[in-house]
């Protein structure tokens, strides 16, 4: 049922959403009569119903002209609350406007509570529904994002626009930063990583932190190469300032992240010698500096290659990787 709403044209959505608006705000209209009188005695007159049907009308077209219609439930964040909340104040302000001026029985809190209920109605819906949608649809890989500075803060944004990821948690170390909800994606300290990858089964986690030097990214990388995740990695500061890469063009980290130097070119005749047709072992195979070790060690065909690893996921993906590297050259 959800896949066939969200599948439905534009136009289609649109009226089902200002179907549904009207329904929403009339609940606030006579909710607010009924928290304030505790009756619904308007509700038997005509020109209730008058003074409801003008101002319905005229708050969805205010929300049609503070764009309110053109937003995608999927991509839409807090800042709807803004939104809705000004349509819903001039609409208070109709109601005060035509209590003063007519003979309405019209108690000067029924706008104030109008409102409020108006907020949370309109608003809240449109939040529900996009939680629903998100974790209905269950789009994407989901993935925990490692920085919430201006890069993750960017980068967010931009996974939103795909369906290929979807972020489920910001990681910082900055204790400023935990605890904040960023674009309705929590932030929580590095040590809460396990458990977060357990809790919301992610399968990747995204590198956000493009000036970091190398020893800091080699370290962070250190710390979870033992998790059962993928690592990937933003551009480099230099290349997004430049106008070289996009925030979003994500990559797997490669060993030239983490070298404290510029990679030195191996000598192959130095390499065949040592290598090839010899027993040679890896200790912490599955990390990001052993596995490339491992795959160039492959390459040069010795007798037998022993992986060393402490992580049982991390040892298993680098030997399947390596099997498949065999039968490619075969």
Request: aromatic share 8%; charged share 15%; net charge positive.
């Amino acid at each position: 049922m959800l896949t066939y709403l969200i599948s439905l044209p534009r136009p289609i959505k649109r009226i089902i959403t200002l179907s549904i608006d009207v329904v929403l705000l009339m609940c606030a209209f006579w909710f607010a009569f009924w928290v304030r009188i505790d009756s619904m005695t308007p509700l038997s007159s005509v020109s209730h119903w008058l003074l409801l049907t003008s101002t319905i009308v005229i708050t969805l077209a205010i929300f049609v002209k503070l764009g309110l219609y053109r937003a995608v439930i999927r991509y839409i964040t807090a800042k709807i609350l803004l939104v809705v909340a000004i349509g819903m104040l001039i609409s208070s302000l109709l109601l005060i406007i035509a209590a003063f001026y007519t003979n309405l029985y019209l108690p000067r809190t029924i706008p104030f509570i109008y409102f409020s209920f108006g907020v949370l109605f309109v608003a809240g819906s449109r939040l529900a529904m996009r939680m629903l949608v998100n974790h209905g649809l269950k789009l994407g890989t989901r993935v925990i994002i490692y920085g919430a500075g201006a890069s993750g803060r960017q980068l967010l944004p931009a996974l939103s626009q795909m369906d290929e990821y979807y972020p489920v948690a910001f990681v910082d170390d900055n204790r400023s930063l935990q605890g904040q909800v960023i674009h309705g994606v929590s932030v929580f300290s590095p040590e809460k990583l396990a458990w977060l990858i357990e809790k919301y089964e992610a399968k990747k986690i995204l590198l956000a932190m493009p000036s970091a030097s190398r020893a800091r990214k080699n370290e962070i990388i250190s710390t979870i190469e033992g998790l059962q995740c993928e690592v990937l990695s933003i551009p480099g500061m230099l290349d997004l300032i430049e106008g070289k890469a996009r925030i979003d063009a994500l990559r797997k980290v490669v060993i030239t992240d983490l070298l404290g130097r510029d990679p030195v070119t191996p000598i192959p005749e130095l390499i065949l010698k040592n290598i090839h047709g010899k027993t040679v072992m890896v200790t912490g195979a599955g990390g990001s500096i052993g596995s490339e070790l491992c795959r160039q060690i492959i390459r040069n065909k010795p007798f037998q290659l022993i992986l060393f690893e402490l992580s049982e996921f991390s040892l298993y993906s680098i030997d399947s990787e390596l099997r498949n590297l065999i039968l490619s050259h075969l």
